[in-house]
């Protein structure tokens, strides 16, 4: 047993509205209802969907999550939304360093870190998401990258500040491309991040990357695949629990 609770959080990305953040949650609660004793599941929507995600999940387990964050609690800060903030929207969970932001928001080591430090002090769980290019997958540099990601990200946090993290691995070239990384390979890097981090042994680290309900079970039968950040295949209620119900086949046994 690894004593670890499984972990699927949806990554809506900039799809839904807060009508349709209703459709989804009316349909997706009640298919869930098993599901959620055997699994942690979340939705991390854009901002203007989280007030109806709370109201929409009342009285269910389902966790809220948001997609970013900034690290100061409030001022002159144009377009931005604090920890603060999310935490009175009742988020539990936040998604900071994911690779479009990296790529198209200047998102560095240095800013993701000051995001986490942030949400802990605001008692949500970051998620935090590290993963290789295309280019740095074909030139042999994943494990320094990833090495590198988690070094800046996690470096000056203590061990119990560590545990309460999510690392989420996301191989960029996996990403909605349809090709997610094969399970083995996945593992490997995943065992790597839980190793050389130091501190999580007992957090949990996800797959993102084109997770899809014919990939789930093998990637969730991989000894260090704690469940998945899950982008496209969570935009429809009745694919994602298929997803996460192939998945706790084999995390449930284990
Ligand atoms: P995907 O996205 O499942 O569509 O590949 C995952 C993510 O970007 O978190």
């Known amino acids: 047993m690894r004593g670890r609770r499984p972990l699927f959080v949806g990554n809506w990305k900039m799809f839904k509205t807060p009508e349709d953040t209703r459709a989804y949650v009316d349909a997706f609660r009640i298919m869930a209802a098993e599901l959620v004793a055997q699994a942690d599941i979340a939705l991390a929507a854009p901002f203007v ?28 800060f144009t377009g931005e939304v604090s920890a603060p903030m999310l935490s009175a929207l009742g988020v539990q969970y936040c998604i900071v360093g994911h690779s479009e932001r990296r790529e198209f928001f200047g998102e560095t080591d240095e800013t993701v870190s000051l995001k986490i430090s942030a949400l802990l002090g605001g008692n949500i769980t970051p ?17 320094a990258r990833v090495e590198q990601q988690l070094h800046g990200a996690l470096g000056s946090l203590s061990d119990a500040e560590r545990a309460a993290v999510v690392v989420a691995y996301e191989p960029v070239w996996a990403i909605g491309t349809g090709l997610a990384c094969d399970a083995e390979s996945a593992d490997t890097i995943m065992n790597f991040i839980r190793r050389s981090a130091g501190g999580l042994d007992e957090a949990r680290i996800i797959y993102g990357g084109s997770m899809k309900p014919a990939n789930a079970t093998a990637l969730c039968a991989q000894p260090n695949i704690d469940g998945g950040l899950v982008g496209s295949a969570s935009l429809d ?15 449930d046994a284990r």
């Open 49 to 76: 969907d989280l007030d109806a995600l709370r109201v929409a999940l009342e009285g269910s387990t389902i966790g809220i999550g948001a997609q970013d964050c900034f690290w100061e609690a409030e001022g002159a």
């Open 127 to 143: 998620i935090v998401c590290v993963g290789e290019t295309h280019a740095e997958h074909h030139a042999g540099t994943s494990f």
């Open 237 to 251: 209620p009745a694919e994602f629990l298929s997803l996460i119900s192939c998945g706790l086949q084999v995390l």
